[in-house]
């Protein structure tokens, strides 16, 4: 069953370029086994609010990536800019294509 992880923060004005060049950068990084693909999302009514969301192959892939790293990718972007963000995990039970 995929899992896709969300995290989600308001990022200052001042710090959406360097947060944005950072989440691009992410494009030549090597990816963890299991990951499938990742979009940065910006709000088109509040402005600076952010949502990174990652989807795995399965909770063993996500658990693994989990369990290896200190603080998983997207919520060290925000950590950088100094933004605590949310965190929520989803399984996905349905797809339309």
């Known amino acids: 069953m995929r899992v896709i992880h969300i995290v989600k923060g308001k990022v200052p004005p001042s710090k959406i370029d360097s947060f944005e060049t950072s ?3 992410l494009r030549h990084r090597p990816k963890p086994a299991g990951w499938m693909r990742s979009s940065l999302l910006r709000d088109s009514k509040k402005a600076g609010v952010y949502l990174i969301e990652a989807v795995w192959e399965d909770w063993e892939s996500y658990e693994n990536m989990i369990c290896s790293v200190p ?11 100094g933004v605590i963000p949310t965190i929520e995990v989803f399984e996905v039970t349905q797809n339309i294509p």
């Open 23 to 25: 989440y691009e950068v």
């Open 71 to 81: 603080r998983p990718t997207p919520s060290e972007l925000f950590k950088n800019v």
